[in-house]
């Protein structure tokens, strides 16, 4: 955009405050799990090194397997269904006026609801005796049972994420497009381009930047989703919802391994940090 | 190419009230023609250019391409190219593909379209960067890409131009004119350029189109709007300085200053009740130690030597007013003096208008 | 420039986001008992008795004070710490820029679920456990990122030339930041206090682990209505609808910056 910035070391006295910040409450806990994750905890103080021991159980554990599995489906669902709808709502939102301001205060209202709240809203906005949903669907005729099926659950608790967040990638995307110059517009009119090639061609390389903001946040969140899911379905019925932070909580809480949680926490934090590195240098900008 | 009529056109913006952004005119710009529109911001030359592109339908009027009614079209059923202030690129297409993208929406075939390209790149010097990525290049390169993709459809009735050099660097910008000039001599298209430099607006076009509050005050060439403004307001805005308006009164059928009769260029009398000026360049104005016909008493205030040429300051009764004097090697007359106003090239001014 | 049938879409999305809203509001204007047997399009009698509960209980309105605290803090600190670094993203060039941004999101993506013994550790050992304060760090590991990103993007926008007019004119760092720097970014400011402010109020996990009492939020506040006498649907839905009521006064002041907010990310 502009020319090239001046190169200035001491910028780093500027960004201290944050790698301060940062750092003392993600560090310190990260080393904790990495030290938990290599012993054997038998009590508040006994612990015995295990070395890898605990990486090569979780490596092998089926459940965790099928946890990831259903996780990663989750999120590519989840992904493929909020960019799109998200930028098509963006696209859709008036320019100014009240009707814009209206649009923006409903559209980010599920945003600023507490995400248990959001989960005991849909767990009974969803019943079919006396949810909204449930009742409108049973009464269609369709036999919707979250509780129940396991289909059912799995859709609602994707329902409920789009739900919940499609919000947030309109409005990052509503944003990027309002930054667009007129002219822009104005070129493609007279350049005689379609609807859809303005999309392509101005819109859609505009809104890059914000766009991989809103995938990645997307992907590392949903890909940690666990207070809705749990309050909604708790991980049922069955296993149908259980994804890999549900899985990992069952695993510490309830069989109170710490170690091995510890390991998998690693593991799984390693995941999405490899998923959204390779996200992140795909939408880079090639230069 | 095309004529363009403009009949009775005028523009309100929505919320602006009662004012005309455009005041209503009719005019012609003829095919070919290479125009400028010249005036200061704010003074319409935008909206103009907008109404006849089709980007803004005004509030009324009507706009015809050699005769045919095009108000109501949308831009891109106009045939018109237009280029813009800040440099409009589509970033991730290459600079092939940018200035073939108008071609293509036409639905041209693959090998026309290429020969097409390569012309308007080699007359841009382009030829190089055709295959690079355009957001990679330069703001002058990007705007020179700008150009690109208006000239590139042969058969556009008229290519508009919006201030297209802002961004570019001073000693490109005179570059880019001329490649512009030799351009409208190459391919005969008609241009409107809109400006606010005069001289970006007197080295361009065979046609300058002065416009001020919404209202076109002349229509000339170069010469026409240096020698005879019709308005005061041309005459401020062309020149360096601009021209001197000394107020005068009239009486027995004569322009009088300081009750010395001035005899000038305009033949008719004036509408009563009129405030009254005569015009005159600063190029014109001479000095003079003795009086005479046409010259009135004045009193030298303050001489900046120019090195080629001295600009002496005049008080000419509580006026002041320039005198631009080419061969003033000798010494000025330091006392009491004169200035001589040539007949031939000072005219009469009522309120604004010149009198004819 | 528009498709013609987007207000359609519009349309139909809202109808989509408001529908469990409305059963919230519904819900929070009936009894228990009305809630878990009968089904009605709308309630059937207006009662306010859910809110009177909320608004005379301390245990619930001190819940909501304490988000608001630990909420507004977070906000302060994580605009504070932010400021400074994002100017520093948009000014200069140094080692490791580059690389910077994308560690600092990284911490947005550690599993909370195992991480919050070692969080519950931390701040027992340093004694701010069922603070205000704690739970305002500890949300800065997620809103600190967002905010250096989102300030950047509209420093970026201001042109350099006004920093270098600014120390010709001998106005000195801080002084030009404070006075000069800050009024022009205002908008973005209020945009990245705006994002802080919902991530921070919406959490729940953290902001759970690291109080008790004290510093109690009202999400958590909100987790007591199960109880061995089932559900206390009313009330939660009456605690719901009013945690939404900070948040979209806060988006309704900000909604003009919300289009300039995010013109030019660094990505």
């Known amino acids: 955009m502009s020319a090239t910035k001046p190169v200035n070391q001491r910028a780093w006295w500027f960004v201290l405050p944050v790698l301060v910040s940062v750092a003392f409450s993600a560090l310190v806990p990260l080393m904790t799990i990495v030290n938990y994750s290599v012993q054997d905890i038998l009590g508040p103080d006994q612990a015995v090194f295990v070395g890898m021991e605990w990486y090569k159980e979780i490596l092998r554990d089926p459940d965790l397997h099928g946890a990831l599995y259903r996780q990663l489906i989750f999120t590519a669902a989840v992904l493929a269904i909020e960019i799109p709808l998200g930028i098509t709502l963006a696209l859709a939102i008036p320019e100014r006026g009240w009707r814009a301001s209206l649009t923006l205060v409903l559209l980010a209202m599920p945003l600023l609801i507490p995400w248990n709240v959001v989960g005991t809203i849909w767990q009974i906005f969803a019943r079919g005796d006396i949810g909204l949903l449930g009742y409108v669907l049973t009464q269609l005729g369709v036999d919707y049972n979250y509780s129940q099926h396991p289909t059912d659950a799995w859709v609602t608790v994707l329902v409920m994420d789009v739900w919940h967040w499609t919000p947030l990638v309109a409005l990052l995307s509503y944003a990027a497009l309002r930054a667009i110059p007129e002219p822009f517009y104005q070129a493609a009119r007279i350049d005689g381009a379609s609807r859809w090639a303005v999309f392509r061609y101005i819109e859609l390389p505009k809104m890059r930047?914000?766009?991989?903001?809103?995938?990645?946040?997307r992907l590392m969140d949903s890909f940690m989703i666990y207070t809705e899911p749990f309050v909604l379905t708790g991980g049922g019925p069955g296993t149908a919802t259980t994804f890999l932070s549900q899985y990992l909580t069952q695993k510490a809480v309830g069989q109170f391994d710490l170690g091995p949680a510890a390991a998998f926490s690693l593991v799984y934090f390693l995941i999405i940090l490899l998923l959204c590195f390779v996200l992140y240098n795909f939408m880079k900008d090639p230069q | 190419m095309a004529r363009i009529d403009l009949q009775?056109?005028?523009?309100?913006?929505p919320g602006g009230g009662d004012s005309w952004a455009l005041r209503p005119m009719t005019m012609t710009w003829n095919d070919g023609g290479a125009y400028a529109l010249l005036g200061p911001s704010g003074c319409g030359k935008t909206t103009l250019l907008n109404i006849i592109s089709g980007l803004i339908a005004p509030t009324r009027g009507k706009v015809s391409f050699d005769g045919r009614d095009v108000t109501a079209l949308p831009p891109e059923a106009r045939n018109i190219a237009q280029v813009f202030q800040f440099p409009v690129v589509y970033d991730t297409m290459t600079v092939f593909d940018n200035l073939a993208f108008p071609l293509r929406n036409r639905g041209w075939d693959q090998a026309r379209l290429r020969q097409r390209v390569e012309e308007v790149a080699e007359i841009l010097e382009l030829q190089a960067d055709l295959g690079r990525r355009a957001r990679s290049l330069s703001a002058d390169q990007k705007q020179k890409i700008s150009l690109g993709r208006g000239l590139v459809r042969p058969d556009v009735a008229a290519?508009?131009?919006?201030?297209?050099?802002?961004?570019?660097d001073p000693h490109l910008k005179w570059l880019l004119r001329r490649k512009l000039k030799q351009i409208h001599q190459q391919l005969k298209?008609?241009?409107l350029y809109v400006t606010h430099d005069q001289t970006e607006a007197l080295t361009f076009a065979d046609h300058v189109v002065v416009m001020s509050q919404g209202e076109i005050v002349q229509i000339g060439t170069p010469e026409q709007l240096f020698e005879t403004p019709a308005h005061r307001f041309v005459g401020h805005f062309i020149g360096s300085p601009g021209m001197n308006?000394?107020?005068?009164?009239?009486?027995?059928?004569?322009?009088?200053?300081?009750?010395?009769?001035?005899?000038?260029?305009?033949?008719?009398?004036?509408?009563?009740?009129?405030?009254?000026?005569?015009?005159?360049?600063?190029?014109?104005?001479?000095?003079a130690s003795t009086a005479g016909p046409n010259t009135i008493p004045a009193r030298i205030a303050a001489v900046r030597d120019q090195g080629i040429q001295k600009m002496v300051q005049l008080e000419v009764g509580s006026t002041l007013a320039w005198a631009k004097l080419r061969n003033a090697t000798a010494a000025l007359p330091s006392d009491t003096t004169f200035a001589r106003l040539p007949p031939a090239r000072c005219a009469l001014y009522a309120d604004e208008r010149r009198v004819p | 420039?528009?498709?013609?049938?987007?207000?359609?879409?519009?349309?139909?999305?809202?109808?989509?986001?408001?529908?469990?809203?409305?059963?919230?509001?519904?819900?929070?204007?009936?009894s228990n008992l009305a809630i878990t047997s009968t089904f009605a399009w709308i309630p059937e009698s207006l009662s306010l008795a859910n809110y009177a509960t909320i608004f005379t209980d301390p245990a619930w309105y001190g819940g909501y004070v304490n988000s608001i605290i630990y909420v507004v803090l977070n906000t302060i600190l994580s605009v504070a710490v932010a400021l400074p670094a994002a100017y520093a993203f948009s000014r200069y060039s140094f080692i490791g820029d580059k690389h910077l941004f994308f560690w600092l999101l990284t911490n947005r993506m550690t599993p909370p679920a195992v991480f919050l013994l070692p969080f519950f550790q931390l701040y027992t050992a340093i004694g701010l456990m069922d603070t205000h304060l704690a739970v305002a760090l500890a949300h800065m590991v997620f809103n600190v990122p967002l905010a250096v990103w989102i300030l950047e993007g509209f420093m970026s926008a201001v042109p350099r030339e006004i920093d270098e007019t600014a120390y010709i004119d001998g106005y000195s760092f801080p002084r030009f930041f404070v006075r000069l720097f800050l009024p022009l970014i205002k908008a973005g400011i209020g945009v990245t206090a705006f994002f802080c402010f919902m991530f921070s109020w919406v959490e729940l996990l953290l902001a759970r682990t690291l109080t008790s009492v004290d510093a109690?939020?009202?999400?958590?506040?909100m987790t007591r209505t199960v109880s061995a006498a089932g559900m206390d649907w009313g009330t939660l839905a009456a605690a719901g609808v009013l945690t939404i009521v900070p948040g979209a006064l806060v988006i309704y002041f900000v909604r003009h910056y919300i289009a300039k907010g995010f013109a030019m990310g660094r990505v």
């Open chain 1, 209 to 217: 930047g914000v766009l991989t903001i809103a995938l990645l946040l």
């Open chain 2, 8 to 13: 009775d056109l005028g523009h309100r913006y």
């Open chain 2, 159 to 168: 290519v508009l131009f919006d201030e297209p050099l802002t961004v570019i």
């Open chain 2, 189 to 191: 298209l008609s241009l």
């Open chain 2, 245 to 287: 308006f000394l107020a005068c009164e009239w009486s027995a059928g004569a322009a009088t200053i300081a009750g010395v009769r001035v005899e000038t260029s305009s033949s008719q009398s004036p509408p009563a009740g009129a405030a009254l000026s005569i015009g005159v360049r600063p190029e014109y104005l001479e000095l």
């Open chain 3, 1 to 30: 420039m528009r498709r013609k049938h987007s207000w359609l879409v519009l349309a139909v999305y809202l109808l989509f986001t408001l529908a469990p809203i409305y059963w919230m509001l519904h819900m929070s204007l009936r």
């Open chain 3, 216 to 221: 109690k939020p009202i999400a958590a506040t």
